[in-house]
């Protein structure tokens, strides 16, 4: 389906990239297929509308937007040793984002892929309500919780149940 509207977005961080990543029916740059010719030339089109500044000739789709993550040096690390793919991705394509670089997303925006990234944007608030309940009554912050699992990656075999569980034996040991 021809989306309705486009969606435009310069990420300058990799949780942006990744929550959009994660519930958009599909977002350009993608980390399993590359982005098609005519979409690299409609964000590229965009980006000069709206005035966008480039960073590198060398690093297309990455423009300079005017203000820096906020973000420690622990932070840094831990997303640099994350090995999810859209992590991943968006380090490679934007290594500078803590310098104040966005990378430039696009999002196709049809009526029935708004209803399912809705379904998912309530689905991962229950999941993560019911996690901090779990977590509250074993005795574990969720910030523990939350930088323990910090960067998991996606279809690992140790899933936030098995987290849940190994944090668990370290609450009551």
């Not at 300058?12 to 519930?23: E, F, L, M, V």
């Not at 029916?25 to 010719?37: A, I, M, N, R, S």
């Amino acid at each position: 389906m021809t989306p309705i509207i486009w969606g435009l977005s310069c990420a300058t961080n990799p949780a942006t990239y990744r929550t959009i990543a994660r519930n958009a029916d599909q977002v350009w740059p993608h980390w399993e297929h590359p982005t098609p010719p005519e979409l690299q030339q409609l964000m590229k089109e965009l980006a000069e509308q709206f005035r966008l500044r480039a960073v590198d000739p060398d690093r297309p789709g990455v423009y300079h937007v005017g203000w820096r993550t906020r973000q420690n040096e622990s932070e840094d690390l831990r997303w640099r040793s994350c090995t999810h793919p859209a992590s991943q991705l968006y380090l490679r394509r934007n290594p500078g984002y803590t310098e104040g670089h966005g990378l430039l997303l696009l999002v196709p925006l049809t009526p029935m892929g708004l209803v399912r990234t809705s379904l998912r944007l309530v689905a991962h608030a229950i999941r993560r309500r019911r996690r901090r309940t779990a977590h509250h009554r074993l005795g574990v912050s969720a910030m523990t919780s939350a930088r323990r699992s910090f960067c998991t990656r996606a279809g690992d075999q140790s899933s936030n149940a098995d987290t849940e569980r190994q944090h668990a034996g370290e609450a009551n040991s």
